[in-house]
């Protein structure tokens, strides 16, 4: 099974400014002045009126701090949640299973984009835990497959109960792309395009 000891789990740090920007503590008056709300109503006026543009730049110095920090990952290795592979020219693909209980029968099942089946990898019984393995990227007559979407499934039986399982890819991240309508900071993941920090499970130390 698949050791997660060199990985820090989730994105937490990476947010945690962020978090606290939009959803302040209602509770705490340590922005204002103490005692002095004509003061902070005159500062208030001035920000918001007289220099319109002074939240405009506040935005985005703070976007471009959290693209800093993002970039800190890029050339790291993360485990992302994710049922598909945008193969182009990787070598091999290295996938996680989740198997939540002890299971029989393990298996990943990889389609291309029309729903055939490419190759099934058969994995037999597995105890609970991450199931690692990996993909040469070779379909059923042993020729590499053409770049483009494939999508991945992995299931497994309890008591000749068939359950789906949750499926993982491990993979470098390439760059850090910036959402100009949105302003959402996205990965760059070899294999998979662009994913949201949301789907970043696991960040190699």
């Known amino acids: 099974m698949f050791d997660l000891?060199?990985?820090l789990e989730n994105y937490d740090d990476l947010n945690q400014l962020d978090t606290q920007m939009?959803?302040?503590d209602q509770k705490?008056?340590?922005f204002l002045p103490?005692?002095?709300?004509t003061w902070a109503l005159l500062t208030w006026y001035h920000l918001n009126y007289i220099v319109p543009d002074f939240s405009?730049?506040?935005a985005s110095t703070f976007q471009s701090n959290q693209v800093l920090q993002a970039s800190a990952l890029v050339g790291r290795k993360v485990i992302v949640t994710a049922n598909y592979l945008l193969i182009n020219k990787e070598l091999s693909c290295q996938m996680l299973i989740e198997v939540i209980t002890h299971v029989n029968k393990?298996?990943?099942v990889i389609y291309d984009c029309t729903g055939r089946i490419i190759r099934k990898l058969l994995l037999g019984e597995q105890p609970a835990g991450f199931l690692e393995f990996e993909w040469d990227l070779l379909n059923y007559q042993g020729l590499r497959i053409p770049p483009g979407k494939y999508l991945l499934q992995a299931s497994?039986?309890?008591a000749d109960k068939k359950i789906p399982l949750k499926t993982?890819?491990?993979a470098n991240v390439n760059g850090v792309n910036l959402e100009q309508k949105t302003g959402e900071i996205k990965l760059s993941i070899a294999g998979l395009g662009d994913v949201t920090l949301e789907q970043v499970e696991f960040i190699s130390n």
């Open 5 to 7: 000891d060199g990985y």
């Open 22 to 24: 939009r959803f302040p």
């Open 28 to 30: 705490s008056n340590s």
């Open 34 to 37: 103490s005692g002095d709300t």
């Open 56 to 58: 405009k730049c506040l």
């Open 106 to 108: 393990a298996m990943a």
């Open 156 to 158: 497994g039986f309890v």
């Open 168 to 170: 993982l890819i491990i």
